[in-house]
């Protein structure tokens, strides 16, 4: 089954009213490869959804950086997936590393983050990844498949899934997986949904790549047969976003 390439760009907690602007009318007038051969989904911060919502090209979508884990009520600061519909922003983010480490959500907490926001009707960007420490000690695949354990006793549907593997040793850092080593992860990643979940979800889920790519690395990570595309932070907030859209015409190839 080909797996349509996927492209994300978090903005994470950056950007102003003039700078969302710029950003969106670069995108708006780049030359990108088209909707069958890459989905393009943009994460600005919750106050400038409907900013970008109402003005980004047609072909890409936008997608909220978090989500509140159930209906909403007397939750203070927090953002329901039923305000998100409402608001009709198809995508979500859920357990980013820095929420992860920084807010201590833990792996059950996101999964059932992930459960509810597809209850819901959202499609969701779903984060995971291993520490520096992990890594070093050789615990990758236990940390990613524990990871992925807990959203998958969560869901039985995976079609509105993403996962994004994100080493939180190559967010921000400026050091970036090999392809070797990314695609070892994304290989194991498969091959745990295939014995797991089911030989079609391992088969169709898009399994993506985050940790300081840009416009240098992205092509020699896209033709790496088990990533299946980027979710970008600092580089989506340049021109070199636009590059990295377009190494989707080189992938597989």
């Given amino acids: 089954m080909a797996r349509k390439f996927f492209v994300g760009g978090n903005w994470k907690c950056n950007g102003t009213v003039a700078e969302v602007n710029k950003i969106v009318k670069l995108l708006n007038e780049a030359a ?11 994460s600005p911060p919750f106050v400038f959804l409907p900013q970008v919502k109402a003005v980004l090209r047609s072909d890409f ?8 884990v159930r209906k909403g009520g007397a939750y203070t600061g927090e953002i329901s997936a039923e305000m998100l519909i409402n608001l009709e922003i198809p995508w979500v983010i859920l357990g980013h590393s820095e929420r992860r480490a920084l807010l201590k959500e833990s792996n059950e907490f996101v999964a059932d983050k992930v459960a509810y926001a597809l209850s819901q009707g959202l499609k969701v960007i779903a984060c995971i990844g291993e520490t520096l420490e992990q890594r070093e000690a050789g615990e990758t695949l236990n940390v990613v498949s524990e990871q992925t354990k807990a959203i998958a006793e969560k869901i039985k549907d995976w079609s509105n899934v993403v996962l994004a593997y994100e080493p939180v040793w190559a967010i921000g850092t400026g050091k970036v997986a090999t392809p070797v080593q990314a695609q070892e992860v994304h290989a194991d990643l498969r091959s745990w949904l295939a014995t797991n979940v089911s030989s079609e979800v391992a088969e169709s889920v898009r399994i993506i790549y985050g940790g300081s790519v840009n416009a240098g690395n992205c092509v020699e990570l896209a ?14 907030l340049k021109a070199e ?11 597989k190839s």
């Avoid at 976003?241 to 992938?251: E, G, N, T």
Wanted: charged share 15%; aromatic share 6%.
């Fill in 241 to 251: 976003f636009v590059d990295i859209i377009r190494s989707a015409l080189v992938s």
């Fill in 32 to 42: 990108v490869p088209s909707e069958d051969v890459v989905e393009v989904v943009i």
């Fill in 61 to 68: 979508a936008v997608a909220a950086q978090n989500a509140w």
């Fill in 223 to 236: 033709g790496q047969p088990d990533v299946d595309g980027f979710l970008v932070g600092g580089a989506s």
